[in-house]
């Protein structure tokens, strides 16, 4: 079964939660005697901590779509990530810290851009309330991340200056 590949190597490609990726093989494994094919992602550097080299996934080709794999922004995507950055966050309603983190873990795990750029906006905007939890703190800190990432190899442009592009509009806020 010969399955219509969405990406090639050396293509960049998003996935869920963890960053952008890139394709650096499509490979074919028997998998229960079924011939498969499958993505592997090395993701770009997000976190300092992990040994480089070794954050490899990966996906079934033929599944790649229904977990998420997908393309670089758009510039158009990226405007509206400025205008969700640039919005008022929601009330919070005096929730527990957990009870926010939960909610801003399920927009994390969704893959969604969008849904990132809302979690930094409200986490930014709260850390000028009040002290961010240990949790909500490292959750700004993935969502920035995720964002700044994308939004740099999309643009070819460097992290430095997209962070402080961001930055910018948080300080213009306070």
Same mark, same amino acid.
């Given at each position: 079964?010969?399955?219509?590949?969405?990406?090639?190597?050396?293509?960049?490609?998003?996935?869920? /939660?963890?960053?952008?990726?890139?394709?650096?093989? #499509?490979?074919?494994?028997?998998?229960?005697?079924?011939?498969?094919?499958?993505?592997?992602?090395?993701?770009?550097? @997000?976190?300092?901590?992990? /040994?480089?080299?070794?954050?490899?996934?990966?996906?079934?080709?033929?599944?790649?779509?229904?977990?998420?794999?997908?393309?670089?922004?758009?510039?158009?995507?990226?405007?509206? #990530?400025?205008? #969700?950055?640039? =919005?008022?966050?929601?009330?919070?309603?005096?929730?527990?810290? @957990?009870?926010?983190? +939960?909610?801003?873990?399920?927009?994390?795990?969704?893959? !969604?851009?969008?849904?990132?750029? =809302?979690?930094?906006?409200?986490?930014? +905007?709260?850390?000028?309330?009040?002290?961010?939890?240990?949790?909500?703190?490292?959750?700004?800190?993935? /969502?920035? @991340?995720? *964002?700044?990432?994308?939004?740099?190899?999309?643009?070819?442009?460097?992290?430095?200056? *997209?962070? /402080?592009?961001? =930055? !910018?509009?948080?300080? =213009?806020?306070?």
């Amino acid at each position: 079964m010969q399955t219509q590949h969405q990406f090639k190597v050396g293509d960049k490609a998003v996935y869920p /939660a963890r960053g952008v990726a890139e394709i650096v093989a #499509i490979e074919e494994r028997d998998i229960g005697g079924n011939k498969m094919q499958f993505y592997i992602l090395q993701i770009l550097g @997000n976190d300092p901590k992990s /040994a480089a080299g070794s954050d490899k996934i990966m996906v079934p080709v033929s599944n790649a779509k229904n977990v998420g794999l997908r393309s670089l922004l758009s510039e158009e995507d990226i405007t509206d #990530i400025f205008e #969700i950055l640039n =919005e008022e966050p929601v009330a919070f309603d005096n929730q527990t810290w @957990n009870r926010r983190y +939960r909610g801003f873990m399920d927009k994390i795990k969704t893959g !969604s851009p969008f849904d990132a750029a =809302e979690v930094m906006r409200d986490l930014y +905007r709260l850390r000028c309330e009040k002290n961010l939890s240990f949790g909500e703190r490292r959750m700004l800190e993935t /969502a920035r @991340n995720l *964002i700044v990432k994308e939004i740099s190899v999309a643009r070819g442009r460097d992290e430095e200056k *997209i962070t /402080a592009e961001i =930055e !910018s509009i948080f300080a =213009e806020a306070v």
